[in-house]
């Protein structure tokens, strides 16, 4: 199983929107509405942002949000902010032979 | 505040066997589904294998690179996890994550990560 497709860097300024797309196949992303993404600093152990296509856990800024259209999955970054600088990588449930693979992650810097 | 503590890794060379535990707290470790995702050196993130509750029929599943060389273990009165690697290989090297994951098939809490190394 390969891993999901996402852009290797992605950039912007404070304040600004940026979006990250993961794009799977009908396999995985477009089978299931069980996307997740992950925030991880640099030496940090990775943080769950979004479940479930586009839900939020308790305590995550709603600058984050996702969706889904057919096989590819985007999360948004709005109001960047340089605590935001980080790698994320999507993930999804793929199926009880495979079950999850992740994205192949995207760096953001914010200028 | 649910904690998860890995222990356990280190150097091994390619043949060999080692085993990590995690150790959780601030959560009913018996109902949990755990996981195990690893991360080479400068990579990105991959999953490793999952073990659900004993309730569920606690079963183990694990990815094509790992299967038949790792074994997937918990034991609930320990509030433990383990990650059993035999068969070791060059390209198991990474840090592994042990992490909980929800009816969402998310991974939701994770400890801070252990280093494995195999080299000769």
């Known amino acids: 199983q390969s891993a999901l497709t996402q852009p290797a860097s992605v950039s912007g300024s404070p304040g600004q929107s940026i979006t990250i797309s993961c794009t799977g196949t009908s396999s995985d992303v477009g089978g299931y509405n069980l996307v997740s993404w992950y925030q991880q600093h640099p030496d940090k152990a990775p943080k769950l942002i979004i479940y479930e296509v586009n839900k939020r856990p308790s305590g995550v800024s709603d600058r984050f949000s996702g969706s889904k259209s057919g096989n590819t999955a985007s999360l948004t970054i709005s109001g960047l902010q340089a605590e935001d600088e980080a790698d994320y990588y999507c993930?999804?449930?793929?199926?009880?032979?495979?079950?999850?693979?992740f994205g192949s992650g995207t760096k953001v810097t914010v200028l | 505040e649910v904690q998860l503590v890995e222990s356990g890794g280190g150097l091994v060379k390619p043949g060999g066997s080692l085993r990590l535990s995690c150790t959780a707290s601030g959560i009913t470790f018996s109902n949990v589904w755990l996981s195990w995702v690893r991360q080479a050196p400068g990579k990105g993130l991959e999953w490793v294998g999952r073990?659900?509750?004993?309730?569920?029929?606690?079963?183990?599943d694990y990815a094509a690179p790992v299967k038949g060389r790792f074994t997937i273990s918990r034991d609930d009165s320990e509030n433990t996890l383990y990650l059993q690697m035999n068969s070791l290989k060059t390209e198991d090297t990474a840090v592994y994550y042990c992490t909980t994951f929800n009816q969402f098939n998310a991974f939701e809490f994770w400890g801070q990560g252990r280093m494995v190394t195999v080299s000769s």
């Open positions: 993930c999804s449930y793929a199926g009880s032979f495979t079950f999850y693979v």
């Open positions: 073990i659900i509750s004993k309730a569920r029929g606690g079963t183990a």
